[in-house]
């Protein structure tokens, strides 16, 4: 047993006590994390706070970013929706302006087109008092034309060869004896 005790003194990984490192790694590992905290406090402590401010930067930029493309599309919906009461009038405006247009083009129309159809209308009237005159005047001459063949015709029929003999020594002895 006094060899184990013996032992014991010698084993490194024996303490003094259960709960506390030795003395001597009490100091140097005391030592070696203050120089660790304070490195961390001079180097790394900075960089941290710095990548927070910038991140804290980055996010202030997009809520402002995001703020002002909501004010902007809220803006913008507002004009749209104006501008679709704006257009619902102008429409209303519009079309009482086409259906008063049309209503004056509609009574010009009918207004040229009875002035067009009793042009037309006396036109016509001459034109058949015309064609009637003339063709009057066609009948006329194809009667006469017609009468003087019919009475050339009875005339020759009535007379023959004999009668124009006489007619023509009666005409001969009146000629002479006018003299």
């Not at 002035?115 to 009057?136: G, N, P, Q, T, Y």
């Amino acid at each position: 047993m006094r060899f184990l005790h013996l032992l014991a003194a010698e084993d490194p990984s024996q303490t003094h006590h259960w709960l506390l490192p030795e003395t001597a790694e009490i100091i140097y590992g005391g030592i070696a994390a203050l120089i660790i905290f304070a490195a961390l406090y001079k180097f790394a402590l900075p960089a941290a706070k710095k990548a927070l401010a910038a991140r804290t930067e980055r996010i202030q930029k997009e809520l402002d970013n995001a703020a002002n493309t909501r004010s902007a599309a809220e803006a913008e919906a507002s004009n749209i929706r104006k501008a679709v009461g704006d257009i619902a009038s102008e429409r209303a405006r519009l079309l009482a302006e086409a259906d008063q247009q049309a209503a004056t083009v509609l009574s010009e129309g009918r207004a040229r087109i009875a002035a067009e159809v009793a042009d037309l209308e006396a036109k016509a009237e001459a034109d058949i008092a015309a064609s009637r005159s003339r063709s009057s005047d066609e009948l006329r001459a194809q009667i006469a034309q017609i009468a003087s063949v019919a009475a050339q015709n009875a005339v020759s029929a009535a007379l023959n060869d004999g009668t124009k003999q006489e007619l023509i020594e009666g005409f001969i002895s009146s000629v002479g004896g006018a003299r």
